[in-house]
């Protein structure tokens, strides 16, 4: 038998090749490891500023001057993070497969969160907490070069988050485990709000330095909805005064009633087919009426033009607040005390303007007197010794809310507003959202929607790719006094003897609800448990259902549809403004309601 060995030079090419291999190992091993522990570390600060980014919220809220310093400390938790996965060793393990992925999506969002800190939120905290005190109207003038001074910071944070955006849209999703792409999502959707926010602020900056009279006096009309008469966008338009404005000076000026205004025998102005198949012609024959379309660019042409022709001033433009707005206002002024004696605060006023004003004033004209008296008591002190850390909130929350629309005449401005809350406009749905509008009318003549609870609710029944359904559910409560009929004066129940305006009984509320389906939808069932919801019409590309209701103290109506919609992941309802905030119905959106 022969033997054979390896040779020397195999044996010693075989004890090189372990050498590499066992070096390469220990060097794949030692990469993990320190990617690993810089990863452990980055998580811990990207932890913290997670929290801190949390602190950050509600400090802009209760005390914007301490914005910057936030901003600070929550860009050094983050800045540390990103020292930690932009070395070289970080890079090579980025090229790794499945783990490679990981790594890259989290240095990447570490170090764009990096850079919207330093080139957008820095400059947005700047404006929070130095722009308030200079914003504050000395003497009922604001300094419109420190408005207009707020542009460019805006501005160069706007280019600076769409940059990140694209940044974080170019990551690929696809690969990444679950929490890791949540938070690339999430990095997202904030990218696109402080984007929007960025844009808004630099918008608004150019929008009330041309408002204010930058180039010359201004004459704008505000109206006040009355949310106890409810019309879609509010309430009905009672009271209204002029508001001038001359190079950052503001001041109130004519002051009438919508009783001062003659009902028209034709619309003063064209409301076209659509508007008068569902709403007949009254919007535009009575003042009283132009916010019974839930369109306030529609609404506000039509209150300038009545206003014109009645009084000859050439408006600017409209404006519309409610008396639960200036609740909200009342929050930044503290109390004020009016001519009638009346103390009004943040919270008396909606109850005294919208209920004590009729059981203590039986003449209308009165009414709206004390109404414009409160109303301009108000901004006067707006305009003089309003708390500026204060009034940012209240105004944001205005502005959620729908209660402040605002429409110009000059169509290059009114573009600014267009796509804001501000602008007062019919739901828009897109690829991510179904949107409702839910919009409330009173059919009675009286002032008994101050004592009524709305809720809506909408959900998704079934989704597929090319298809969707969802429904609505509407609940209105009577919340009036059991003997309305009897305890309340007759201009609280709009009566006529026995009955009311619109024809029910006294005390008995009507409501008459305008109910329009996203853009593209169409009706499936319907059940109301009272009156009749039908087709009435559509308006702008949205089927539009009609449903009147009547309820007594005491009693509640509830409509129940389904509709076809397009595909999209969630579904949401806009409605009417009104007295309390919106209640959740008894039950939730039925899917298998109607018929």
């Not at 679950?178 to 938070?183: A, F, K, N």
């Not at 808004?200 to 929008?207: P, Q």
């Not at 004590?356 to 006067?380: G, N, S």
Request: glycine residues 8%.
């Amino acid at each position: 038998m022969t033997t054979t060995s390896m040779s020397p030079r195999r044996r010693a090419a075989g004890r090189v090749i372990a050498s590499v291999l066992a070096v390469a190992l220990t060097l794949f091993l030692a990469m993990l490891a320190w990617v690993g522990f810089r990863a452990v570390a980055a998580q811990e600060h990207l932890s913290a500023a997670q929290r801190m980014a949390g602190d950050l919220r509600q400090t802009l809220a209760s005390d914007p001057t301490r914005a910057t310093a936030a901003v600070d400390a929550l860009s050094a938790e983050v800045s540390a993070a990103r020292g930690l996965v932009g070395d070289p060793v970080w890079n090579i393990a980025e090229t790794l497969p499945w783990l490679g992925p990981q790594l890259s999506a989290a240095a990447t969002i570490t170090e764009t969160l990096d850079t919207v800190l330093a080139g957008a939120a820095r400059p947005l905290a700047g404006i929070a907490a130095d722009g308030l005190t200079s914003l504050a109207p000395r003497d009922g003038r604001i300094d419109l070069d420190a408005l207009a001074s707020l542009r460019q910071p805006a501005e160069a944070a706007e280019r600076v988050l769409i940059s990140a955006s694209q940044q974080v849209d170019r990551i690929d999703r696809a690969p990444l485990i679950r929490p890791l792409r949540e938070g690339v999502e999430q990095v997202d959707a904030m990218l696109g709000e402080f984007t929007t926010t960025s844009a808004i602020l630099a918008n608004a900056s150019e929008l009330l330095t041309a408002m204010l009279g930058s180039e010359g006096p201004r004459e704008y009309l505000l109206l006040f909805q009355n949310n106890a008469e409810w019309r879609a966008l509010g309430g009905i338009p009672g009271a209204m005064l002029t508001l001038r404005t001359d190079g950052g000076a503001i001041e109130l000026a004519t002051q009438a009633s919508s009783s001062d205004f003659p009902r028209l025998d034709t619309p003063i102005l064209p409301l076209g087919d659509e508007i008068t198949g569902i709403y007949g012609d009254h919007p535009g024959r009575w003042i009283q009426n132009v916010t019974q379309i839930p369109d306030f660019g529609v609404a506000a042409p039509l209150a300038r033009e009545f206003w014109q022709r009645q009084h000859g001033d050439e408006l600017a433009g409209v404006i519309a607040v409610d008396p639960v707005a200036l609740s909200y206002l009342l929050e930044a002024t503290g109390p004020i005390d009016l001519p009638t004696g009346d103390t009004l605060t943040a919270e008396n006023a909606v109850s005294l303007l919208l209920n004590e004003v009729y059981l203590r004033y039986p003449d209308p004209r009165e009414q709206d007197d004390f109404f414009a008296t409160a109303a301009a008591a108000v901004f006067d002190r707006l305009l003089d010794a309003a708390d500026p850390q204060k009034l940012i909130p209240a105004l944001t929350r205005v502005g959620e809310e729908r209660r402040l629309l605002v429409w110009s005449a000059d169509g290059g401005e009114q573009e600014i507003l267009d796509g804001t809350t501000l602008q007062g406009a019919l739901p828009d749905s897109d690829a991510d959202v179904n949107r409702f509008g839910v919009y409330l009318n009173d059919g009675t003549g009286s002032k008994l929607d101050y004592y009524m609870d709305v809720g809506a609710h909408a959900t998704l029944c079934t989704v597929t790719p090319v298809a969707a359904t969802a429904a609505l559910r509407l609940e209105l409560r009577n919340g009036a006094p059991d003997d309305a009929a009897t305890s309340l004066p007759d201009y609280i129940v709009g009566t006529r003897g026995e009955t009311t305006i619109g024809g029910t009984l006294r005390g008995v509320t009507r409501t008459i609800a305008y109910i329009y389906l996203p853009e593209g939808a169409s009706l499936g069932t319907r059940a109301a448990s009272t009156g009749e919801a039908m087709e009435v019409g559509t308006h702008d590309g949205r089927t539009v259902i009609g449903w009147w209701a009547d309820t007594a103290p005491g009693e509640t109506a509830t409509l129940d549809l389904t509709a076809n919609v397009p595909t999209a992941p969630r579904v949401e309802v806009l409605m009417t403004p009104h007295v309390r905030d919106a209640v959740s119905p008894a039950e939730p959106a039925r899917c298998d309601s109607g018929r």
